[in-house]
């Protein structure tokens, strides 16, 4: 049976994926198909490639997001994307999509065409870079002359390439739209990151009826994008919601 994992974007809040993948290893669950975005490109291409998830838990928490010496130079982003290169290296000596123990799918967006692509074959490492590129913040990635950035910015819940090949497909999306009142709204800058927000999640939301089984936990809407003091507590909400959700969960074919 082909099983498929598709990890939304979110942020700091992917590490919550990773306790998913926790959850389904205790569950005797091994995806074979792995589709991800932004933060769930990351953690979906480190387990494609084999890391084990305490070895991913430990690369978000250890890898230096913010360290300046990985401010941008001359490109538009406060951080250089392109510097992250080695640190995943590490991890995929050699650079491809096909070396992966499982399928991969990663996607991003091209900011200049307004185009979504999704990588599956060739060089794996900077199109994951790309699909986690949060835009405004780090510089967009050139692959082949053309600029990538968040793969989210399209598609936060890339479920489009399993649904062919997969008998079963779990979801795991940490990007909860959070309970707001008028009061939040102060500045036009409220307004637009809302709308925007609403967007992704009412095109996200829509593609749940594509997945057997969807883990969302709503309490990750209290942390922000970039909350790296709560990587831990983040897992374990991953982890928890997870094994909750699978007790009653029973793999089917279709």
Same mark, same amino acid.
């Given at each position: 049976?082909? %099983?498929?994992? +598709? $990890? ?5 809040? &992917? *590490?919550?994926?990773?306790?998913? #993948? ?102 794996? %490492?900077?199109? +994951? $870079? ?5 835009? &405004? *913040?780090?510089?967009?990635?050139? #692959? ?106 029973? $793999?089917?074919?279709?």
């Amino acid at each position: 049976m082909e %099983i498929g994992l +598709v $990890l939304s974007g979110g942020g700091i809040r &992917g *590490v919550a994926h990773i306790g998913l #993948i926790k959850a389904l290893e205790e569950h005797n669950i091994y995806p074979t198909y792995v589709s991800g975005t932004s933060a769930g490109a990351i953690v979906g291409a480190l387990y494609a490639g084999g890391v084990p998830w305490s070895d991913i838990l430990h690369f978000f928490k250890v890898i230096p997001i913010f360290h300046t010496k990985r401010f941008a130079r001359r490109k538009p982003g406060f951080i250089d994307t392109e510097k992250f290169y080695e640190e995943f290296k590490k991890f995929f000596p050699n650079d491809s999509f096909e070396a992966l123990a499982k399928t991969l799918f990663v996607t991003a967006t091209n900011i200049i065409k307004g185009e979504l692509k999704i990588f599956h074959k060739g060089e794996l %490492i900077r199109p +994951v $870079l790309a699909s986690a590129t949060f835009p &405004g *913040v780090f510089s967009p990635i050139d #692959i082949d002359g053309n600029f990538y950035v968040d793969g989210g910015v399209l598609n936060n819940f890339p479920v489009e390439p399993l649904k062919i090949p997969c008998n079963q497909i779990i979801g795991s999306y940490v990007s909860p739209l959070k309970s707001i009142g008028a009061k939040d709204l102060k500045h036009s800058y409220d307004v637009v990151d809302r709308a925007y927000k609403l967007k992704s999640a009412s095109d996200s939301l829509a593609k749940f009826k594509d997945c057997d089984l969807v883990v969302s936990p709503e309490e990750l809407s209290r942390f922000a994008t970039f909350d790296m003091r709560s990587i831990d507590t983040i897992f374990e909400i991953g982890y928890r919601s997870a094994g909750e959700a699978l007790k009653t969960y029973k $793999l089917t074919g279709r």
